[in-house]
């Protein structure tokens, strides 16, 4: 497709339930950024992928946040024994080249994870 | 810490007015300011400001920077119910992350 997709769009979980949530960059971006936007914030960084190489996961709040893109194009992001203050938006944005170039980053649709 | 901070929160206007939001930051190795509109999905792209004083020109939307005195505008003139959203404001560094501000929630009514 042309742009970033994600899914599911949309994920209810039970307290304590893992979860996966999968992104497909645009063809051919070698980085990928994930970012969690809580209801009425902006955006925040949680980690970034230079093709399969994760460079930057300061950004993950926890242990029980796990974040992979193996060959390079589609990413997962795990998030192990869900709580309530998971619940959030989550986006994910890639980007043509690497993180030391200027461009500007696509974002896909994100995920709405609610956490009952 | 980087910081970008958006003001104002929200703005109520009528069709046909124009509306100034503003972004200013406090950040380590500055390298771009991005504008992203965002209704209810991704947050699509409007500009990147690399250079202090010149204007970015996108139809009805502008947007300018001021690096010596760190903050960014985004004008929006003759403003149409559709661009009702919210408008984020986010610093590139030196390191991968865009480090985003609250955002300013307009809504045009018509």
């Known amino acids: 497709g042309a742009g970033v997709s994600q899914s599911p769009r949309y994920k209810v979980a039970k307290r304590g339930q893992d979860v996966a949530l999968r992104c497909d960059p645009i063809s051919g971006h070698v980085s990928l950024f994930w970012y969690q936007q809580a209801l009425g914030q902006g955006p925040e960084f949680l980690t970034y992928?230079?093709?399969?190489?994760?460079?930057?996961k300061s950004g993950l709040p926890s242990d029980r946040f796990f974040a992979e893109r193996p060959e390079g194009s589609v990413s997962t992001l795990k998030i192990q024994r869900t709580q309530q203050e998971d619940s959030a938006v989550y986006l994910c944005a890639s980007s043509l080249a690497t993180w030391t170039s200027n461009n500007e980053q696509f974002f896909g649709p994100g995920t709405r994870l609610t956490v009952l | 810490e980087d910081k970008v901070v958006q003001s104002p929160l929200s703005l109520v206007v009528h069709e046909g007015d124009t509306v100034t939001l503003n972004c200013s930051y406090e950040?380590?190795?500055?390298?771009?300011l991005l504008w992203y509109k965002q209704e209810k999905k991704a947050p699509t792209f409007l500009f990147m400001l690399t250079s202090s004083g010149i204007e970015k020109k996108s139809g009805r939307l502008s947007s300018i920077l001021d690096k010596k005195e760190l903050f960014s505008i985004l004008n929006i003139t003759a403003t149409q119910t559709g661009d009702s959203a919210i408008y984020l404001c986010?610093?590139?560094?030196?390191?991968?992350?865009?480090?985003f501000g609250e955002g300013t929630q307009l809504t045009v009514n018509p």
């Open positions: 992928f230079q093709n399969e190489a994760q460079l930057d």
């Open positions: 986010a610093v590139k560094t030196s390191g991968s992350r865009l480090t």
């Open positions: 950040v380590t190795n500055f390298r771009s």
